[in-house]
């Protein structure tokens, strides 16, 4: 027999879906049903440009009592796509077979609590900019069966897809720099306050300057906390830059609020004397 590792079962099946995956309802489809399907904790999946990103995923399987799911010749888990079922763009599926303890069990049925861990790498499977935006998740079933020797081969191969099950944001990665001059400064001179906004390309590699975008300048004086300043928009190659008077000795900082493709990012802070 095939062995069928959760990673081939998962990895890959959106494209056997759009050729031959049964429906649902076909003869010989087990009665599965995912529900409470969690990715990321519900937060935004924030990739760069070389670190992969695992992305924790829990949901609740009810299967049938019979039905045994041993993650060699039958699998089950949940994978990410971004398109249709029919007609995906893109999808990331689990590397290792998912863990499920049983919370509760009938007659017929048995109901498990599971959890998996889906890998997400940068120039692997997120390579372009239509990449960032909303996913989704589809619980898979997968069954293979048949017979190999040095005469003869025989493979059969099912597989069924339930989609729409949960969506999550997929973002890619942004840097913020900021550097206040002169440093020290005189009490009631101008100070000048400049950055960069520039985020994730996944197709080369690096970070691109992101122009366009709202971004906050933020000050705290010495012993207190911070305070939003004023709102600029980055300019070519995701450039930023203000003046200011200078009052007090402080902490300058920029806050980028994150876009629907671009996560989040605060500066470092730059800290300046004032005389």
């Known amino acids: ?3 069928l590792a959760i990673g081939t079962a998962l990895s890959g099946a959106l494209a056997l879906a759009g050729l031959a995956a049964p429906a649902a309802s076909a003869a010989g489809t087990p009665d599965l049903t995912f529900t409470g399907v969690t990715v990321n904790k519900g937060k935004p999946i924030v990739v760069g440009t070389t670190k992969a990103v695992n992305v924790p995923v829990s949901y609740t399987l009810t ?3 019979d039905l045994v799911i041993d993650q060699e010749k039958t699998a089950q888990g949940v994978l990410l796509y971004r398109g249709t079922l029919k007609s995906p763009d893109n999808e990331l599926g689990p590397r290792k077979a998912p863990v499920c303890a049983p919370t509760a069990t009938t007659e017929t049925t048995v109901t498990e609590d599971c959890t998996e861990t889906i890998t997400a790498v940068p120039d692997q ?13 589809a619980g898979v079933y997968a069954h293979s069966d048949g017979s190999a020797s040095d005469d003869y081969l025989h493979s059969e191969y099912d597989l069924t897809m339930w989609g729409n099950l949960a969506s999550v944001q997929i973002k890619r990665a942004a840097r913020l720099t900021v550097n206040a001059a002169p440093e020290p400064v005189v009490k009631g001179r101008t100070l000048t306050v400049k950055g960069k906004l520039t985020r994730a390309t996944w197709a080369t590699g690096t970070y691109t300057g992101y122009k366009g975008q709202k971004v ?6 010495d012993g207190g906390a ?6 600029i928009t980055s300019g070519t190659g995701g ?10 000795s402080g902490t300058y900082r920029f806050v980028f609020a994150g876009t629907a493709t671009t996560g989040a990012k605060t500066s470092a802070g730059d800290h300046v004397t004032v005389k």
């Not at 499977?125 to 998740?137: N, Q, R, S």
């Open 1 to 3: 027999m095939r062995k």
């Open 63 to 65: 299967r049938p009592k």
């Open 125 to 137: 499977e997120l390579y372009e900019a239509a990449d960032a935006g909303t996913w989704k998740a």
């Open 239 to 248: 450039a930023l830059s203000t003046t200011v008077k200078a009052g007090k």
């Open 216 to 221: 906050v300048l933020q000050f705290k004086a």
């Open 226 to 231: 911070y305070a939003n300043v004023r709102t």
